[in-house]
Structure formats: C-alpha cells, structure tokens
C-alpha cells in the first residue's frame, strides 16, 4: 500500500520510544522477522549486526547475526530500513529476517530490550501507525481483517478497506455536511451583516442528501457482517430425507454418519466451509419428530435451538414421498427469515406433487437436489450466494463490516433525523447545529478523527503482537 508523506505528531505519545517485537507467527519457520519501530531503531539495530553495506531506505542489506558473548557468527539474515516518515508507523523501522529459529529471534528481542527498546504491546505497531495519520481507524481495522481472513474473498475486502475504500465513501458525505454547517454558522455570526441564510426547504434537502447516502452505506452492513464474520447455515428435517448425505456433499467429505435407519444423527455435527469465498458453519441437526429415547429427545431440542438462532435455514424434504404434516409446519416456520427449501432424493423419478404448491405459495426458494448422484447441489450453492447477496447492497467497494462502524452510521443518522425535525419544528438554528455537529463527530468516529483511548485500546487489543 502507499503512504502519504507526513510526520508523526510532535506531541505523539510514544516519540521517544523505540519497540520491538517478533512479527512472525510462534515456532519454527522457514524465515522469522524481528521489527523495531521508533527513533532509535537503527542505534539499537546495528550493533546486533555485521552488516555488508550500510542501510538506506527500502534497500534489503545482507548481515551476520553474531553472539554477543563468543562475537561469533549466528545466523545470516536480510536486514531492511525504512526511515522515517516513510515507513508504515510514520517512524525508523528496521526488519531482521533471520531463520525462524525461536532462539535467535529470542537473542535478538533480548539484546534489543537490553540496549533500550520497549517490548512492543499488541497492534503497537499498527496503532502508531494510526496515531501518526498514516491511516485512519477503519484502514487500521481493515489489517487486522487481511491477517484473520479465512477466504482470499475475505482478503479482498479486507485489502479494499485497507486501501481506504470505506473512508473514500465517508470523504464527501462529511464534506457536504460541513458544507451545510459553515453556512448556518455564518448565518449566525453574520446576522447583522444581511448574510442570506438557505430556507427550510433547502435545509431540508441538504440535510436529505446527507442523509441518503448514509441510509445506502447503513444497508451494506447485513452483508458486510457476513463477509467479515460469516454466517451458521443449519440443515433441518423429519428424519431419514437425506440432511446428513446433504451436510457431506456441501462438505466435500463424509463428515456425518449416514445410514438408512431413521434418527441416527443424535447430535449437532459441525463443519466450517467456504461458499462464494464466505465463511459458513454448518450444521447437520437430529431429525425433527417425537423422539424414542432420551438421547434422541436431547438431540432434537438442540435442533430447535440451533434453528432459532441459524443466520440461514435449509429445511430438507423428501422429494419421493407426500409432504408429511411436520414438514408443511417446519416450512411454516421459517415463513419471512432466510430460508431454502431443498427437495431431496429428485433421483428416485418417483416425486409427488402433494409437496410442491405449500411450498411455491410460502414465498421461499425451492431446490431440488439429489445427495447421491451430486445433481442440484451447485443450483444449491449458487442458491445460498443469492440469498446472501439479497441482504443489504452486495458491493465490496466500501462496506461496513464491524458493529462498532453500523453504530456510528447509525448515530450519525438519527442526528440528522433530529436535525430536520427541527427544521420542521422551526427550532433556531443554533439548537439544529448541535444535532449536525453530533452527526458530525459520529463520522469521525468511524475514520477515527475523534476517538477515546478505551475505544482504541480495545480495538488494538485484538491484534496480534508484532503488528
């Protein structure tokens, strides 16, 4: 990614701290990378090293890694500068990638400790690129996403947002706000001076057009959570339809136990899997139906439990045999969430016609698949992908992807709200301003131009160390 070129603030907190840490994963590796970041980073670098060629920015120099005691020779590693305010924190970085040996990277942290520096805390080095307006607090969030991603779809997004997608949206929707109050607050202060001030109706507009852009960035959050979070897909039917043989194809392996013998899968079996590039936990349930013993009675309260809570639902029916009373209710039940009714076993060619019109006049999607032969089950991929896609705007380019950004759009919002109520209620303006300030400060929450120490301690609490 770039970065701009600007200095850290002068009253920065951590200016005259230099921390380090391991930014490669626990164990053995291939290569493990040591990083220092602050003003003495190369004074506290270069004797840990025999370098052969002096250091400059962005230029890899080969190096010995010697022991401190015997002056030996280590390990050999690829050093890297970055000085300051051209590196990701704003500050001198140096990177050692040595073998990923633990004890040598150990030596390294210890002696750097030793001559100074500060052991880095968690997301350390990503806060200081925050604090010193390298990026702002969603580009901050999104390099957490990029590391925890599960799909390379996740990564793309995350990578989007990092790249400043979602603050490239917010920009003009603040700038017109700011718009609007330079010219109530001139009105104002240049009352006396027969400064025109907009009419209600054009008020009302401009706060409208504030407004509805926010309203469409508040609609991506449906989407923007199941792309950050995923979602849990419960499988559910009478007994003996076929869920399990469905949980396995959707799998990709023989995960559920499958027999012909109604009720054998007594408890919830569970699998994470990528639809569309979108994490989904499965989960293949006890057949619905009066339970013959205590285990399967136990089984079956957990279904119901796990179908209460499903972010998305496939009631499985058998396509060969009439619709049963239970099925028509559990099809009822789903009426109005996210649902698809999947007709399974369409390859035993004897499918009744009792089942198909309570199901087409349910208003939920129909798929008929065959868990033996593999026939509809991509129809039934593609199936999920649509439904998720309906929820809220499917677009990638600037998404709200965490509560604490849906909360601050929400915020903002009903400030405005409040703001052309007041229009209405022909409140003076110096009252309207305090509802579009607040507006304000709701989206420089979410950029992180305005945002308390607890916030972004517990934001960068959730990195891991090294980052």
Not at 84 to 93: A, C, L
Not at 148 to 171: D, P
Not at 326 to 353: P, Q
Request: glycine letters at 8%; one cysteine or more.
């Amino acid at each position: 990614m770039q970065f701009d070129s600007h200095p850290a603030p002068e009253n920065s907190a951590f200016e005259n701290e230099t921390i380090v840490a391991i930014s490669t994963p626990p164990g053995r590796g291939g290569i493990g990378i040591v990083r220092l970041s602050g003003p003495r980073a190369l004074e506290i670098a270069l004797p840990l090293l025999k370098l052969r060629g002096e250091l400059e920015h962005t230029r890899a120099r080969f190096a010995e890694i010697v022991d401190p005691e015997t002056q030996q020779k280590l390990d050999e590693a690829v050093v890297t500068y970055f000085s300051r305010p051209n590196s990701y924190t704003g500050e001198d970085i140096v990177e050692i990638a040595a073998h990923g040996s633990p004890v040598i990277l150990d030596l390294l942290v210890r002696q750097s400790l030793a001559c100074g520096a500060k052991l880095a805390q968690a997301g350390e080095f990503t806060e200081r690129a925050f604090l010193s307006g390298r990026i702002d607090l969603t580009q901050a969030e999104a390099v957490r996403d990029l590391i925890e991603s599960q799909t390379l779809y996740q990564a793309r997004v995350a990578a989007q947002q990092l790249g400043g997608a979602l603050s490239r949206r917010i920009k003009p929707i603040k700038q017109s706000l700011v718009e609007l109050i330079a010219v109530l607050e001139a009105g104002i202060d240049f009352a006396e001076d027969d400064v025109d001030v907009a009419p209600d109706a054009q008020i009302i507009t401009r706060i409208g057009g504030v407004a509805a852009p926010l309203a469409e960035l508040a609609r991506t959050f449906e989407h923007g959570r199941i792309v950050h979070s995923g979602m849990t897909l419960a499988i559910v039917g009478r007994p003996n339809v076929g869920k399990s043989s469905l949980f396995n194809r959707l799998v990709e392996r023989e995960k559920a136990i499958v027999t012909a013998i109604p009720g054998t899968t007594r408890d919830l079996v569970t699998e994470r899997v990528a639809i569309g590039g979108i994490p989904i936990e499965l989960v293949d349930t006890a057949g619905l139906r009066e339970a013959a013993d205590e285990a399967e009675f136990i089984g079956i309260q957990k279904s119901r439990e796990t179908l209460a809570d499903a972010d998305l639902v496939l009631v499985v029916l058998d396509a060969s045999a009439a619709m049963h009373s239970d099925d028509a209710e559990l099809v009822a039940s789903v009426t109005g969430r996210r649902a698809l009714i999947v007709c399974n076993k369409s390859d035993l060619g004897n499918e009744s016609l009792s089942w198909q019109l309570p199901i087409e006049g349910n208003g939920t999607c129909a798929i008929r698949t065959s868990a033996l032969t593999g026939e509809g089950i991509d129809d039934l991929r593609f199936a999920i992908l649509d439904l998720l896609r309906g929820s809220g705007s499917g677009s990638e380019d600037g998404m709200l992807t965490n509560m604490r950004h849906h909360q601050a759009v929400t915020a903002a919002r009903e400030s405005l709200e409040a703001a052309k109520q007041a229009v209405s209620n022909r409140t003076p303006h110096e009252m309207m301003l305090l509802d579009l300030y607040a507006a304000l400060r709701q989206m420089d929450l979410l950029t992180g131009e305005t945002t308390a120490d607890d916030i972004l301690n517990l934001i960068f609490s959730t990195f891991c160390i090294g980052k």
